[in-house]
């Protein structure tokens, strides 16, 4: 069966470190791959999407970076974050098999204090 | 661009009785999928279930099922005897391209014993 993992679950940063956030899909090949964010209370917001290892699109202009050096890990990451980077991040996968699911990962909590 | 509005914010209902969650869509494209995302307080995003725009069908999940008006643009989640672990916020999600998903600010849902 197919997972996903994510990590950290929580991250408190100072405002200016970097960041990395990682996600990784075990059980599937060639899955699609996406960043999504979650402000407080509110609905999910597209950062980032892959198709395929080195493919990045992104949705919004940010602070933010992804990266996808392997077929099932993409990275997300900031060389100097903000107070607006707060927020709760999911890494999402899917497939033409998973007929247009998403399945998410369990989120990291980020602060930046 | 495609815009997703619930304008319940909150929704309370008994447990064992039906509720229903209002979404409305706004796009220009005729192919289309549409989703109903819960994501209770462990903030896990789980899929409830999804629709094909071009099926005239309602999709049906056992108590979970859906009133799609193409016409009206509308796209409304029942929940049929409504249980304690019903409770969370509700996601109506609108995607054309697959995996990118345009999100509600959702509906917090929840069943009183």
């Known amino acids: 069966s197919q997972t996903i993992h994510q990590w950290p679950a929580t991250l408190v940063q100072p405002v200016g470190s970097p960041l990395s956030l990682e996600c990784t899909v075990e059980g599937t090949s060639n899955p699609n791959l996406y960043w999504y964010r979650q402000a407080a209370g509110r609905g999910l917001q597209l950062l980032f999407y892959s198709v395929g290892i080195g493919q990045i699109s992104s949705e919004v202009p940010q602070n933010l970076s992804a990266s996808r050096p392997q077929d099932r890990q993409f990275i997300l990451s900031s060389k100097k974050l903000l107070l607006s980077d707060s927020g709760f991040y999911l890494c999402?996968?899917?497939?033409?098999?998973?007929?247009?699911?998403?399945?998410f990962g369990s989120g990291t909590q980020l602060s930046v204090l | 661009a495609q815009t997703v509005t619930q304008s319940q914010p909150e929704m309370s209902v008994q447990e064992a009785e039906t509720v229903t969650l209002s979404c409305t869509y706004d796009t220009s494209e005729s192919n289309y999928y549409l989703f109903w995302y819960k994501q209770p307080p462990s903030r896990q995003m789980i899929l409830v279930i999804r629709?094909?725009?071009?099926?005239?069908q309602n999709a049906t999940e056992n108590r979970f099922s859906v009133n799609f008006q193409k016409a009206a643009k509308s796209f409304s989640l029942k929940i049929s005897d409504s249980q304690l672990g019903d409770t969370a916020m509700y996601f109506c999600a609108f995607s054309t391209s697959y995996g990118k998903l345009t999100f509600g600010q959702g509906t917090i849902l929840t069943v009183h014993p």
């Open positions: 629709q094909e725009a071009y099926k005239q």
């Open positions: 999402a996968w899917g497939t033409l098999r998973t007929n247009e699911k998403l399945f």
